[in-house]
């Protein structure tokens, strides 16, 4: 992810959530010529692909208490100014919250959330970047 703040309302960032890393990692650096770093994520491995010099996606397992029918898939981030205040009006609009929000440490607070016609996307607040 930049260090730039983004734009309230923006696409912010695209995460592959899968149960084989390497594979995924092997397909996407051949099909998309992109480099995958293992970023240092407390508690977890997190890849972060790259194309050239700029961060382009991430890869990370799939959490152990997923139901086993849900695929591996890309989770697209939107940024927002104050996800906890969204995650509120998701539900007063007819949405749902499937999970959180909650903090990803030196990254930021996300929410996943359901639209009322189901599709589904991350909500995102970047934590300011240190000075």
């Known amino acids: 992810m930049s260090n730039d703040k983004p734009v309230h309302g923006t696409f912010c960032w695209n995460e592959l959530v899968t149960r084989d890393t390497a594979k ?15 970023s240092d994520m407390p508690g977890m491995k997190y890849t972060v692909f790259k194309a050239g010099n700029t961060q382009a996606a991430g890869a ?5 208490d997923v139901p ?35 903090d990803v440490p030196e990254v930021g607070r996300f929410c996943i959330i359901q639209d009322p016609t189901g599709a589904v996307v991350s909500l995102m607040t970047m934590t300011p970047p240190k000075t």
Do not use: C, N, R
């Open 60 to 64: 990370m397992d799939m959490p152990a």
């Open 68 to 102: 086993k029918e849900l695929p591996a898939h890309w989770m697209a981030y939107i940024a927002v100014d104050d996800v906890d205040a969204l995650a509120k009006k998701t539900t007063e609009l007819g949405g749902k919250v499937l999970h959180g929000p909650q």
């Open 24 to 38: 995924a990692e092997k397909f996407y650096t051949e099909l998309l010529s992109w480099k995958a770093e293992t």
